[in-house]
Every structure is written in structure tokens, then in C-alpha cells.
């Protein structure tokens, strides 16, 4: 499948990163956002970005934005992709939603980082059809895509969307639809130890990220990945791994809790564990 027509539904951080890569493979999008100034918001980023990247030899933000145009619900398309908030029941209900309005034909695509995809396929009359596609923040930069297949997720299907990721660019890793599938169930409790680490006094949030980044030879600390992530996110994972595997070890620390109840999301609200 060639998937000449893309709708991306959600613009912020991720959407807008995935609707840009798409929209530079040469493919026209369609971009929908339920929230006011969303989709402008999105648009205003991508060409920031853009900009960035045709100063090192990358493609004209304005051809690649031409290709991009605002959708004020969901409309047929090839294939959806959705990157709205980490609640189920949000995502279920566009995927039930996107059933009725795609056509048969049409993959329905979630860049969900936890939520089984089971679940959404069942939200569908097509379940064959649905399939994980986690992109990784900065999408325009990172090449990793991590593709999770369903209970029932086709061979056709997962085959289309490896070949789609290589088409863009990036590197495909297939992942069991489990909990969290592979970066998540790693990536959240190295996080969580940094925040208690931080909560019991062993070191000030500069000096964890440092040890981390020159010790283990991450470009970024964990803390300052969780700001970039949000700590709301980071919690709503949590909560996934933490209820669908049953095991203690993945509860959130209070103090990501405690963060989200202030309003300390990370960079999107200007303050998480730094200041922005």
C-alpha cells in the first residue's frame, strides 16, 4: 500500500512531528484536532522545525506544508494515524469513530506508547486492520518506530506499515502487544528511579541527569526526558504497566504524582523537575 492520503489525529508534540515526516515522504495529510487552535498551533511548529532542518540541507518547509491541510472531524483517508492523550478511553472512541468513516480498506494506526492495541481493534469492525505505530519525540529526528501488532492484526497489515516506516525514513522494531511493549516497560521504571532517587534526597535533579548521561552514555538524563515527555504522560504509563501487569514496581513515584496535581507537566507547562 502506498498510503497516497494520511489523517493524523491529534497535532500536538507527536501528531505534528508525524504529520511532518509524512507530509515530507511526499504523501498529503490531513490533520484534526478536536481542541480550538490545535491544528494552527501544530502547523506553526512543523514549520519551525522545518525551517531547522532546510537550513542543514532538508526539504522546503513550504512544499512540505502545502501538503498538509486542517480536517475539521475525521475523513477517509488510506490511513489514520492517531496521537491524541494517553487515555483509552479517548483513543477507543475515535478508533470506533474512524471505523464508520475510513474506508474498509483503510489501516487504522495508533501511536499509542502503552495502551493495548487489542483493546482499540475491538473499539473496530476490523480488527485485522489495526496495528500499533509508536513514533519517538523528536518524531522529525528519531528514527526508531516500534510496531505492535493486535490479537489480530493481519500479516498484510503489519507488513504495510514496516514498509511505510522505512519510506519515512525510520527504523521499524516489531513489539508483542503487552503492556508498555518494549520502551515503555524499560524506559518508565529507569525514570521512576530517577524521581525517587530525587524524592529520597540521594541527589538534586542536575547531578542524576549528569551520572545518567555521562555514566551510561544517554544523551539525555531521565528527568529531563520526563520533562520533554510530560509527567502526565509518564504517570498515565505508569498506570498502564502498573494495572496490566499487576507488579508494584511500576507504580508511579508520589512525586510524578505530585508534580501532575501542581501542574508541573515538564516543558509543555514551562516547569516539571527544570524550569523552562
Same mark, same amino acid.
Given at each position: 500500500m502506498d498510503f497516497e492520503h494520511v489523517l493524523v489525529v491529534g497535532a500536538g508534540q507527536m501528531g505534528a512531528g508525524i504529520a511532518q515526516v509524512v507530509a515530507a515522504s511526499g504523501r498529503r495529510v490531513s490533520l484534526h484536532d478536536a481542541a480550538p487552535g490545535a491544528v494552527? /498551533?501544530?502547523v506553526a511548529t512543523m514549520r519551525k522545525s522545518l525551517t531547522r532542518l532546510a537550513e542543514k540541507g532538508g526539504p522546503d518547509p513550504d512544499e512540505t506544508l502545502a501538503r498538509v491541510a486542517p480536517a475539521d472531524g475525521l475523513v477517509p483517508a488510506d490511513l489514520m494515524i492517531e496521537a491524541v492523550v494517553e487515555d483509552a478511553a479517548v483513543k477507543e472512541a475515535i478508533f470506533h469513530d474512524a471505523d464508520s468513516v475510513l474506508?474498509?480498506?483503510?489501516?487504522?494506526?495508533?501511536?499509542t506508547s502503552s495502551i493495548p492495541i487489542t483493546s482499540l481493534a475491538a473499539a473496530t469492525s476490523r480488527p485485522d486492520r489495526v496495528i500499533g505505530m509508536h513514533f519517538f519525540n523528536p518524531v522529525p529526528v528519531l528514527q526508531?518506530?516500534?510496531?505492535?501488532?493486535?490479537?489480530?492484526?493481519?500479516?498484510?497489515?503489519?507488513?504495510?506499515i514496516v514498509a511505510l516506516a522505512h519510506d519515512l525514513?525510520?527504523?521499524?522494531?516489531?513489539? /508483542?502487544?503487552?503492556?508498555? @511493549?518494549?520502551?515503555n516497560r524499560i524506559l518508565?521504571? @529507569?525514570?521512576?528511579?530517577?524521581?525517587?532517587?530525587?524524592?529520597?534526597?540521594?541527589?538534586?535533579?542536575?547531578?542524576?541527569?549528569?551520572?545518567?548521561?555521562l555514566? @551510561?552514555?544517554h544523551p539525555m538524563g531521565p528527568l529531563a526526558?520526563?520533562?520533554?515527555?510530560?509527567?502526565d504522560t509518564c504517570v498515565a504509563i505508569m498506570e498502564v504497566l502498573h494495572h496490566g501487569l499487576g507488579d508494584p514496581k511500576y507504580a508511579p513515584c508520589p512525586l510524578l504524582r505530585q508534580y501532575v496535581q501542581a501542574g508541573r507537566l515538564g516543558r509543555k507547562s514551562g516547569r516539571g523537575f527544570y524550569e523552562y
Open positions: 494552527e /498551533r501544530g474506508p474498509e480498506t483503510a489501516i487504522l494506526a495508533s501511536n526508531l518506530v516500534e510496531v505492535i501488532r493486535g490479537l489480530e492484526t493481519s500479516d498484510e497489515t503489519a507488513a504495510a525514513g525510520k527504523t521499524p522494531a516489531e513489539a /508483542r502487544d503487552l503492556p508498555g @511493549f518494549v520502551s518508565m521504571p @529507569f525514570i521512576n528511579e530517577a524521581a525517587y532517587a530525587l524524592l529520597e534526597g540521594v541527589a538534586e535533579p542536575e547531578a542524576i541527569d549528569t551520572i545518567a548521561k555514566g @551510561f552514555a526526558l520526563a520533562d520533554l515527555i510530560g509527567l
